[in-house]
């Protein structure tokens, strides 16, 4: 099968407009690190696979919101923030947009991509711009461009979430192993769809589910099962 062209220039410039979304989301994102790490990443597979990639985008403009909207979907779950905040979507009261754009991120990576929306939509409604871009990137890539403009232009209407009280940086868990943040970035840099390892898909599948919805079909719903995840290597 012949891969897709995509090549260090074009990924970097997906990741910094994915990262600076970020920054809307995590006060304390590091959007310089997160770069640093993609960078990296492709760097090692190139060495490991002994391929150059020719900078150039895809041929289409859905594939190439596909493969963008997996990139940040990525980027969201390998930042440090993502566990903290998904505690606090469990915690909190009212939800936070934080973590259920984390939530959002998981869904898709398991395949659930109807109930991914309904969350993105959801995050994007309380206020987070990070959604709204991976919304827009979602109805670009089915060729729905009017809903796709309509969230592109949420990018500068989204209202800001309150700050919160100053508090001193604390190092976080990570809310997936290394080796599977890597293989997430590693397979989008190689033009793949990145999944979770079957053990994690099965956790996100056995969620609790809210009744059939109309527009969404079954809903997951996330619990406390998602913040145990292991942190540690898993297959």
Known sequence: ????Q???ATDIQT??????ALTETYRDYDTEAALRRVSALAERDSERTGTTRVPSRYPTVHEQAQHDLDLAVSLIVDAPQARP???RLLDSDPIEPEGALVFAALLH??????PAQFWFEFAAGAGSRTAAFCLFLLHQQRSEHRTAAYWRAQLND???VPPRPARTATPHAPLLPEGVRHDLISRCWQGRRPCLPPR??????GLPVEPLDEDFGEIPRPDHTLTRLPVQAVT
């Open 15 to 20: 990741a910094l407009e994915a990262a600076e």
């Open 158 to 160: 989204c209202s800001p």
């Open 85 to 87: 905040s998904l505690t």
């Open 1 to 4: 099968m012949a891969r897709t």
């Open 6 to 8: 995509h090549g260090p």
């Open 200 to 205: 994690l898909e099965a956790v996100i599948h």
């Open 109 to 114: 990576l398991a395949g659930y991509r109807e």
